[in-house]
């Protein structure tokens, strides 16, 4: 491969990872055509972009993003295939999904809510990280929690305020 193609590689992965919030490096080897095929297309369903790249490349990729993720230099090592996406758990719940029937892909590391994992006995800890959409979800209905009771203690309190007017008003 010519300099020119793989500076335009470099390029491509730098513009990749800086458009994604979130990006998985997986060990997808020894999978065969039909696994690799199955794995991707529940990729393409999840709106996950897999691509398959060589280490020394990624790294060169890495090293010109914004991000400081010097620790993921270390598991650049053997096949890596990266996956980017928009929601932080979603390559993980999709692995752990799809490792039911296969032995892989495995997780070499991720970078999600501006956290490093590394390692596969993460998957467990990413399926449970609450993407952004989540949080907001929680803080709203944490939110509408009290004001939902002070409504309902208004309107159940309605009846009792107008029996003590009217009795107010027997009295004089």
């Known amino acids: 491969m ?3 193609e793989k500076d335009i590689i470099v390029n491509n992965l730098v513009e990749q990872l800086n458009d994604s919030t979130h990006f998985y490096l997986t060990d997808t080897s020894e999978l065969n055509a039909e696994a690799t095929s199955l794995l991707r297309r529940k990729c393409f369903e ?7 790249v060589k280490n020394t490349l990624l790294k060169r990729a890495l090293d010109k993003t914004d991000y400081k993720v010097e620790e993921l230099y270390d ?4 096949s890596t295939a990266i996956m ?7 390559p993980a719940r999709m692995i752990k999904e ?12 991720a970078y999600v809510e501006e956290s490093i ?3 596969d006995d993460q ?9 952004k959409d989540e949080l907001l979800g929680d ?4 939110l509408q929690s009290p004001m939902k009771t002070v409504i309902s203690q208004l309107k159940s309190g309605n009846n009792i305020l107008a029996g003590v007017m009217k009795t107010l008003s027997e009295k004089e």
């Open 2 to 4: 010519k300099r020119e």
């Open 46 to 52: 999840s709106k996950i972009k897999m691509v398959v």
């Open 75 to 78: 598991v650049l090592k053997g």
């Open 84 to 90: 980017f996406t928009e929601t932080g758990n979603l």
């Open 98 to 109: 799809f490792r039911k029937k296969y032995q892989k892909p495995l997780i070499k590391a």
């Open 117 to 119: 994992y590394i390692g």
């Open 123 to 131: 998957l467990e800890n990413l399926v449970n990280v609450k993407s």
């Open 139 to 142: 803080l709203i209905a944490l």
